[in-house]
């Protein structure tokens, strides 16, 4: 069987965010979507709870919080990771602009309940987010709802004071795939650009008319380019047309 694939999602979500990759991998190999870092208030803390439940060798996909997760791991995966994903993510620092929305969000949550607030959130995430498949969309929803308050507060606090994590890129070691939709508004394709080039031999690929959520907004395309990956691990800066992939 081949070697496995470990996804890391991002804020108040849960292996239901990926799901379109583990129905579509699976099969194939053994996916692993890490548990229980949701309930940690620091970055470092999450890798740590991430850490114990990674097997020896693997490819890792990573997505907006996940990224920021598997770069401060970087230091304890040498020689572990056979591929590194990178997915609407950034090395940077919190930009206060971000900090802003993020306290709007949140207050929502506490006003309105995490229902309310993941629709908001998913809602400026995605390009059209009620394109996406109607059962996913609760799934979403269901996760955000069971994580809770208490997490998503915690998963703030995090992100908002994680550390520049820009000069962690130089220890990248194994081929790199950065994924980025041309409308981010969370995480910009410059973060994205920012990371290709700092990482030796990345490739760098930005999905048009997609907002902040590649795995669902295209899921076919995003499977098809993990695969293409895999297989060929070449050095390339393209520009990926989703409506013709």
Known sequence: MPEPLVLLPGLQSDHRSWVNQTRHFSPSRQVIVPQRHQHCDSIAEMGERVLEQLPPRFHLAAWSMGGYIALQLLPKLAGRLLSLTLVSTSARPEDPASTARRMEILDLAEREGMA??????????????????????????????????EAFRGQ???????????????????????LVGDQDTVTPPECAREIHEAIAGSRFVVIEN??????????????????????????????????GA
């Open 116 to 149: 309310a607030s993941n629709r908001r959130s998913m809602t400026q995430a995605c390009l059209d987010f009620d394109a996406i498949d109607p059962d996913i969309r609760a799934g979403l929803r269901d996760a955000s709802v069971e994580l809770g308050l």
């Open 156 to 178: 703030q606090r995090a992100i908002i004071n994680r550390p520049d994590s820009r000069g962690m890129l130089r220890l990248v070691e194994c081929p790199t795939l950065v």
């Open 210 to 243: 997609c907002g902040h959520c590649a795995p669902l907004e295209y899921p076919e395309l995003v499977n098809a380019l993990l695969e293409d990956w895999w297989s060929r691990g070449y050095q390339s800066d393209l520009r990926s047309s989703a409506a």
